[in-house]
């Protein structure tokens, strides 16, 4: 008790956690302990934000996807689930009606769809396009998450009015990305992130828990965030998949997700972390939130035909993942959701180098 209350006075204080101490945070099971934890992330995250959390529009207008990701349900060989690809009258449909729902961000996510990575540059046109026109019709800051692109596809998306650019590694233990997503690059993938970043867009990383991952892999995959420079750094839990080589992985217990959220917080205080709504639903936001996370992502029109990703129809036909479900899980947080004004202006002191620092683990 007395060592992990040393340890979250040290972070607050600003000061580096060593690995040990970063371990010992990581692998807390002892209710007590983790409420200090989760106490001291939520004093983090209130210097920085107060009591402002962002709402991301989810619209995942692709599943097809040219990749045989072990652990995913929209791999290229799983006949499991529905593909479809809206269309570009659809996307900005759904954009505009979460726009006027209140949300802060519209995150434009696909599978490596070949019809728009690899038709002879018509597809890459159609997206750049989707990107213009989502932008124009409902004026909110764009994420795009299309996989990895050539670095020229990327100029054009962020010339489109992309703000952001999203692409997990899942993990920064190499052996266990090359099991993970196979046939693809670690390094290719990771650079797409740097150049990214290097052309003023704004990155998010993430990792996957429970696909025989360990705390010293999420340690090192904490190290390799920071030295990315990633505005927004999300964990999730891994949900068995039909269909999927990992289908019969043993389901991980949140504990080890929210810890990371609320270790994340300590070490990256100023950077947003995401509350997916994609693992557990509405049920799930609220330990989320308490153990500091200031992001509501996965936001679904119910009727509108998307799927999620890690439980692709959870709470969505309901209507639960709207801006009006998760309303009264922020309040019972002591949360509110932000003006539009107040996250862009956070997004433009991080692309204007004004980012306050990190407690810098070692």
């Avoid at 990315?228 to 990992?246: D, E, H, K, W, Y």
Wanted: hydrophobic share 40%.
């Amino acid at each position: 008790m007395k060592e992990t209350s040393a340890i979250v006075d040290k972070a607050l204080q600003g000061m580096p956690l060593k690995q040990q101490e970063i371990f010992h945070l990581l692998q807390l099971t002892d209710s007590a302990q983790r409420e200090q934890l989760f106490a001291a992330a939520r004093i983090q995250r209130q210097r920085q934000f107060a009591n402002k959390v962002f709402l991301y529009g989810f619209v995942y207008f692709s599943t097809y996807c040219r990749n045989e990701c072990t652990f995913c349900f929209y791999r290229k060989s799983n006949g499991e689930p529905v593909r479809y690809r809206k269309s570009t009258q659809e996307i900005v449909e759904i954009a505009r009606a979460l726009a006027e729902a209140g949300v802060h961000l519209i995150d434009l996510t696909m599978g490596e769809d070949p019809r728009f990575l690899a038709n002879n540059g018509l597809g890459n046109e159609q997206l750049i396009e989707i990107v213009r026109l989502v932008k124009q019709q409902t004026g909110l800051p764009v994420m795009i998450s299309p996989g990895v692109v050539p670095n020229d596809m990327l100029v054009k998306l962020k010339q489109a009015g992309a703000n952001w650019y999203a692409c997990y590694q899942e993990t920064h233990n190499r052996q266990l990305f090359k099991s993970l997503r196979l046939n693809q690059c670690y390094d290719k993938r990771w650079n797409s992130k740097v150049f990214a970043k290097a052309i003023g867009m704004l990155v998010e990383e993430g990792l996957l828990v429970g696909v025989g991952d360990c705390a010293q892999d999420t340690a090192h995959s904490l190290v390799k965030m920071q030295e990315l420079g990633a505005a927004q750094i999300r964990t999730m839990s891994f949900v068995p998949q039909r269909g999927t080589p990992l289908y019969n992985t043993a389901i991980p217990d949140n504990c080890r997700e929210i810890n990371i959220i609320a270790v994340m917080r300590l070490l990256f205080p100023d950077k947003l972390i995401p509350a997916s709504l994609d693992v557990e639903g509405v049920s799930g936001l609220k330990a989320r939130l308490d153990a500091g996370a200031n992001v509501v992502t996965s936001i679904i029109p119910p009727q509108s035909g998307l799927m999620g990703v890690s439980q692709s129809t959870l709470d969505i036909s309901e209507g639960y993942r709207t801006v009006a479900g998760v309303t009264p899980i922020l309040a019972e947080c002591g949360l509110v959701s932000a003006t539009l004004a107040e996250y862009v202006d956070w997004m433009e002191n991080q692309l204007g180098g004004h980012s306050k620092g990190e407690a810098v683990c070692r």
